[in-house]
């Protein structure tokens, strides 16, 4: 009781203090369904353990004294403050198992009408008739019940994802990479896994709209083509199209085409998150565009100057360069591992992989490249060879000493949301190296119509206000939220005659615009696109558009002579001349079947670019000034994606958080400007503000903020409403990638983020292993004493093989004998898993890509402050080492699948028990809820359905769902099951010809996404599969396998590469604290 | 003073503890009847279709094969539900007036689909799928009964998980050639209607048919016969018996095994199908998922 009236005095108090970031947040209504609108901020909220009063000093005092490898998961952690041993004492976290939502009368009504259902004898009554709509005339080659797999890529703004789509009875399922393709082979990323949501996103924009009132598609083509032919005369005069990065060449070869009618009309590409500073670069030192393709696979040594080619698509080019870095950390090829070093503001995956990271201030990145540059011998006039600290500068020495000795074999990544300076001297240092042609190859660019969008669309608004712009035709971009602040582009919206804008959703730009068209999914519509290494794949519809939805290459044909032609017949045309000779039909088929034109990728230039010095970096602003980084979300990217659930309830690489973005900054910023985690800060730039609340992430550089986009919608849907806020809204045309000069005060609100770094709490008692205060996470108390996360350095793996079994303080795992349970036997297959720790880049792919295999629901913001977050895998991110300097390690957790398994043996229902193959399955129609089996995990991965998360509404949502799969009601546990669903149609498909399942043939859903190839699954009981060879290296160990879980899903110990100079200076750094 | 109780209220006493001790039984044994009743199950129940189609006149009486309609059965999970276009082959050309076939005649006219009950109807959390099961030597009317006599569709069997269990269980006792799924007749073999079965050895990665031949008529006593075998009229009401195989992959010289009863012939069938273990087809994840 008592701890239940301070629960409920907490809500209250927070209630106070809890603050809406959003003046214009609109009205919700209050009836929530799952998917749609769970993810409203919920203003009652349950605070995850405040570490309000740590300082960097206590937080340094708990880190001091610890030797060598010791891992945290957070600060609350370090800091160890009663309101986090509060949270630690219970099984989940909060209040999880508790009604604390606030109930209205009409959610009491239907929570009650619920449980009187489940009271009566739902069990027992009998189930309602169910109808069979058969086809009328059903297609000729569709077999129901059979998944077909088409071709197709997702156009993104830098290159397209080749994609090889599920599709059952002609609804797309699921969104896979294309395994037939040169660039991808098979992997995706986690934004493209979940434009499947977003396509069955039911805010999708539905209907022709024309200043409010619906209408036909025939009456905007005639007010269009009224307006085309009145502006022939003038050559287009006045008629200007605004529209995202174009990736499709037909688009590009419509508008070339129209041009000759129209010469004066004007096409601007405008996306927030661009490659302008490549772009200019290239300009600069070739005098043309140019894209720079690195190849990993043969570089050595990595250098990223703040580029972030490790954590998903924003990055051109992400996938190849992740599978090529991973590929060369695998330690299984002849060819020696590679090192990376990441120089870079804002911390990424990349940093927290790399085996050095130096963290600087985005202002500071310009002149470290530029000294670099000079300590390689490149033309660097800008440097200034007594740049930095002394620390910083030994690891520029260091690096650049190893960049010499690695000349040819290496390579300078420049990061895309860096400046020109520091691409212009990456160029520079990769030629006079000797890499370009080796390591990095100039070709055209993936944009077939490369421009700096941050000019056209400075020159766009100008050109706005002077009231010269007539028409002005908005393709799938949404300018009004995202163009910089100081451009008042919603003003200048106000004097254009005519907007039209092509948009799939009712968002901030449709509202204002007169006519608004809603687009046609990528999933619905016919174009084409270049991946990033050139090669053109078409884009083909996977269902009928659902709203009827037009594509912008409908709308610009209007523009060219034959105005008539579908989407189809446009993308056809264009490539019917260049498929080769011959047969043109079975070319294009070959071409739909495979989904690329093979043989497209682009050649690289012989063109060496030529870098008559650096520009001068700026000098960086004094200490105390603080700036402002700006970043794209690593999940909701620019803002288009803040209407999909999935993306917003993963936890973010690196922060771990969901549903929101905050002012990240270092621990010693925080302090040093006298805030906490969570209170609610005004950034001032120029003028402009924003509410946001601050957090600290290990690692940030100090005195800088880092702010994601794509937060703060105010038209974003119902899932993207009133999350997080509008970084756009202190965001310059003069500084789209950083600013100095922030000001910073505290409001005294705080805001409540949900972040689940420390979710899974253990509380075990000594005698079973425990340290029985239970004021660990799980993963941070034990992932040092119980060997969670094994590494070593090369030269220690290489003197020592076994390390992963010889960590000091813990027991070797017990024989299989050591069971008062008889052991299993597993006569054919035993299905395990093994993942590579070493490739884990902790993109999230595989946990997204497992939202849309296994029918995942969505619970929330709310709920997954609580920790009823549903995922069945999660990205585990430990630190290690100092709080400004740390190492990070990701571990992929999921079900283990043990063979002794803790859960099996207290279920009092049977409801999850061991299959003949080694599976730990969970049959849903058994479970009652006890929870018994997620109190007995040691892995914490079991998931409860504490309410009814599953949308059984929503309509256009039922048609995502993976057949194969139940859609969990209330009440039951569930958790990873191997994807049971695949590994039962193989052995269908198999037993039909009587043979065994071949290695290969099953694949999981995380697997199958993993863009490095982390995850290997198999059949273990056959030597010959990946999984067992895998399993029988030395690196190979279980996470807790002392307890005698005997899991399946074993670990391959992480191997890093780091440079001896610089090493030695972190081993003296520990054992100076230690 | 007296007793409010006289003697006999000891005897009612009694009486009525073992009386609530039956009550309480009956309970039970009603709730568990009830609930394996037809009210629940809907076991021989015929729905109200919206087209009284009537199997037996289609299947015994004009000679449909089960995959005319229902296309699907071998190759996914799903039998399939003919569409609309399926009946109109014949139905645009005989009965087009029919007052029973409006709805029919509607679906085809408007594009909307006839909506037909299930009558077969499984729990959502539960995968059955046909193909395994017809691959591997399970009729049609081992679970569906006898549908070419059904003048209106009904479910045979209750669908309930103790009824599946108990084949998965012990598979070997529906067991019957691949050639004879379609074979609504068909009864297993006894000592007056024995089977031969003949094998070319046992062969990993192909399909069962291809190893495995079986025949109602005496192999030995015309060699030649075997070829032509699926000419030969068996069965019942004249419905032709399709051997395994195509005649040219079983060569003719098989050794040939009789069988007179249904244990002998599952365990064989078992063997020869790679059927799996008990154990493997009774475990939660064959059907839950």
Not at chain 1, 867 to 872: F, H, K, P
Not at chain 2, 18 to 31: D, F, K, Q, S
Not at chain 2, 253 to 280: A, C, M, W
Request: negative net charge.
């Amino acid at each position: 009781m008592k701890e239940n009236a301070e629960g409920a005095e907490k809500v209250d108090s927070r209630r106070d203090d809890s603050v809406d970031l959003h003046s214009q947040r609109l009205d919700n209504n209050s009836d929530m369904t799952n998917e749609t609108s769970n993810g409203r901020n919920n203003p009652v909220a349950i605070q995850p353990a405040a570490a309000k009063a740590l300082t960097l000093e206590q937080a340094r005092a708990k880190l001091t004294g610890k030797t060598g490898k010791k891992y945290w998961r957070s600060v609350d952690e370090l800091a160890d403050t009663p309101a986090f041993r509060e949270m630690v004492e219970r099984e989940f976290p909060n209040q999880a198992s508790e009604w604390l939502d606030p109930v209205s009368r009409r959610g009491f009504l239907k929570v009650m009408g619920a449980s009187l259902a489940l009271a009566g004898l739902s069990g027992c009554t009998k189930q309602p008739d169910e109808p069979i709509y058969p086809y009328v005339k059903q297609p000729e080659d569709l077999v129901l019940g059979r998944p077909v797999y088409f071709a197709t890529a997702f156009p993104f703004p830098t290159g397209a994802v080749p994609l090889l789509v599920k599709s059952d009875a002609y609804r797309p399922i699921k969104v896979d990479g294309n395994p037939e393709h040169p660039y991808n082979h098979g992997t995706t990323d986690a934004i493209t896994q979940a434009t499947l949501l977003d396509l069955y996103d039911p805010d999708r924009s539905q209907r022709i709209l024309h200043r409010g009132e619906v209408q036909e598609w025939a009456a905007f083509l005639a007010a269009f083509r009224a307006m085309a032919s009145d502006k022939k005369a003038s050559g287009g005069t006045g008629l200007y199209i605004l529209s995202g990065t174009v990736t499709s060449p037909t688009l590009a070869a419509q508008w070339k085409r129209a041009q000759q009618t129209y010469p004066n009309a004007k096409w601007i590409q405008w996306d927030p998150v661009n490659r302008d500073s490549a772009y200019a670069a290239s300009k600069a030192a070739f005098g043309d565009y140019y894209d720079a393709q690195y190849r990993l696979e043969g570089a050595d040594v990595i250098v990223s100057l703040d580029a972030d080619f490790l954590s998903g698509i924003a990055h051109p080019g992400f996938l190849k360069l992740a599978a090529d870095f991973a590929g060369r950390r695998k330690l299984t090829s002849s060819q020696e591992m590679n090192r990376l070093y990441a120089v870079e503001s804002t911390p990424t995956t990349t940093g927290y992989k790399a085996d050095h990271r130096l963290a600087l201030k985005a202002s500071e990145i310009a002149a470290f490249a530029a000294a670099l540059a000079a300590a390689v011998g490149a033309p660097a006039a800008g440097a200034n060879s007594t740049w930095g600290t002394a620390p910083q500068q030994k690891f520029l020495t260091a690096l650049a000493a190893d960049l010499k000795a690695n000349a040819g074999k290496c390579v300078v990544i420049p990061g895309e949301q860096q400046p020109v300076a520091v691409h212009l001297a990456a160029l520079a240092i990769n030629e006079a190296l000797g890499n370009a042609g080796k390591t990095v190859v100039y070709t055209e660019t993936v944009n077939p119509m490369p421009s700096i969008q941050g000019d056209d669309l400075r020159a766009l608004v100008s050109d706005m206000q002077a009231g010269k712009v007539d028409w002005l035709v908005i393709l799938d971009a949404n300018p009004v939220y995202t163009a910089p602040v100081d451009l008042h582009f919603e003003d200048a919206l106000g004097r254009v005659k005519t907007v039209a804008h092509l948009g799939s959703h009712l968002d901030e730009t449709a509202l204002l615009a007169e006519w608004h068209i809603n687009s046609a999914h990528y999933l619905e519509l016919w174009s084409d696109a270049r991946a990033y290494d050139g090669t053109v794949s078409v884009v083909q519809p996977m269902i009928d558009p659902l709203y009827d939805g037009k594509s912008a290459h409908e709308i610009i044909q209007s523009l060219v002579d034959l105005p008539n032609l579908s989407g189809y017949e446009v993308v056809r045309n264009n490539w019917s001349g260049s498929l080769g000779g011959g047969d043109t039909e079975q070319a294009w088929r070959k071409v739909l079947h495979d989904g690329f034109v093979s043989g497209s990728a682009f050649q690289p230039k012989t063109v060496s670019p030529k870098v008559n010095g650096l520009p001068v970096a700026p000098a960086p602003g004094e200490a105390g000034t603080l700036e402002v980084i700006f970043r794209p979300d690593p999940h909701v990217y620019d803002g288009r994606f803040a209407n999909v659930g999935w993306l917003q309830e993963v936890p973010k690489p690196v922060t771990s958080m969901s549903w929101d973005n905050a002012a990240l900054m270092s621990f010693k910023t925080l302090s040093r400007l006298g805030l906490a985690e969570q209170d609610v800060i005004t950034i001032e730039l120029n003028g402009n503000k924003v509410l946001a609340p601050a957090f600290a992430i290990p690692g940030h550089p100090d005195d800088a903020l880092t702010v994601y986009l794509g937060y703060g919608r105010r038209n974003g849907g119902r899932v993207a409403g009133g999350l997080g806020f509008n970084a756009y809204a202190i965001r310059t045309s003069s500084a789209t990638l950083f600013a100095s000069g922030a000001k910073v005060t505290k409001t005294g609100k705080t805001y409540e983020f949900a972040v689940t770094k420390s979710h899974y709490q253990d509380h075990r008692s000594p005698s079973a292993g425990g340290d029985g205060s239970g004021n660990h996470s799980l993963e941070g108390n034990e992932a040092f004493t119980r060997g969670i996360i094994r590494y070593a350095t090369l030269d220690e793996f290489k003197k020592e093989p076994n390390f992963a079994h010889e960590v000091a303080d813990v027991p070797e795992d017990p024989e299989p004998t050591t069971t008062m349970f008889s052991n299993w036997r597993y006569d054919k297959n035993a299905w395990g898993m093994a993942i590579d720790m070493n490739s884990c880049v902790g993109c999230n792919a595989c946990v997204v890509s497992c939202y849309a295999e296994n029918n995942i629901a969505v619970v929330g913001k709310h709920n997954t402050q609580t920790g009823r977050i549903m995922q069945w895998i999660r990205v585990d991110t430990y630190f290690e080492g100092d709080l400004d300097a740390p190492r990070a390690h990701f571990q992929p957790m999921t079900c283990q699948h043990c063979e002794n398994a803790p859960c099996e043996q207290v279920c009092p229902v049977g409801a999850t028990v061991h299959s003949p193959e080694g599976l730990n399955v969970m049959i849903y129609n058994r479970c009652v809820g006890t929870r018994y089996c997620s109190n007995n995990c040691p892995y914490k991965v079991r998931r409860f359905n504490f309410l009814l998360f599953s949308d059984y509404e929503t309509e256009s949502l039922k048609l995502m769902r993976n057949p194969d799969v139940t859609v969990r009601s209330r009440g039951v546990m569930e958790k990873c099951s191997y994807c049971m669903q695949r590994i039962v149609a193989a052995k269908i498909a198999t037993d039909k010809e009587n043979r065994e399942i071949r290695d290969g043939e099953v694949v999981t859903a995380c697997q199958q996404a993993c863009p490095t190839g982390a995850i290997v699954f198999g059949n273990i009981n056959d030597k010959e599969s990946r999984v067992a060879k895998l399993k029988a290296q030395q690196r190979n160990y279980g996470v807790l396998a002392d307890l005698n879980t005997r899991p399946r899903t074993t670990y391959i110990a992480g191997v890093i590469n780091p440079n001896p100079e610089l090493d030695a200076a972190r081993r003296e750094h520990a054992s100076a604290n230690s | 003073m007296a007793q409010i109780f006289d003697r006999s209220s000891n005897a009612l006493a009694r009486m009525s503890l073992v009386l609530t001790g039956l009550i309480v039984i009956a309970l039970g044994v009603t709730l568990d009847q009830l609930q394996r009743s037809p009210w629940v199950t809907r076991q021989g129940q015929r729905a109200d279709q919206p087209v009284p189609f009537s199997h037996k006149h289609h299947v015994t009486g004009l000679g449909l094969q089960c995959q005319y309609c229902h296309t699907s059965v071998e190759k996914s999970g799903y039998a399939g539900i003919p569409p609309t276009k399926t009946c109109m082959n014949c139905h645009a050309q005989i009965w087009t007036n029919a007052g029973l076939l409006q709805p029919v005649r509607a679906s085809w006219a408007t594009g909307e689909s006839i909506p037909w009950i299930k009558v077969h109807d499984l729990p959502d959390f539960v995968y059955f799928n046909h193909e395994i099961h017809v691959n591997k030597g399970i009729g049609c009317s081992s679970c569906h009964g006898r549908v070419d006599l059904m003048p209106l569709m009904y479910e045979e069997n209750t669908l309930q998980m103790e009824w599946c269990l108990s084949c998965h269980r012990n598979p070997g006792k529906n067991l019957r050639p691949t050639g004879e799924i379609y074979n609504m007749a068909w009864q297993g073999p006894s000592q007056d209607k024995p089977v031969w079965c003949g094998t070319a050895g046992v062969k990993d990665g192909v399909p069962t048919a291809e190893t495995v031949s079986c025949t109602t008529a005496d192999p030995s006593a015309a060699g030649a016969q075997v070829a032509s075998l699926n000419m030969l009229p068996a069965g019942f009401n004249g419905q032709t018996t399709a051997s395994d195989a195509p005649a040219q992959t079983i060569p003719a010289s098989l050794n040939y095994v009789k069988f007179t009863d249904q244990e002998s012939l599952g365990n064989f069938l078992t063997q020869q199908y790679h059927i799996r273990t008990p154990q493997e087809l009774s475990s939660c994840e064959t059907c839950h998922r």
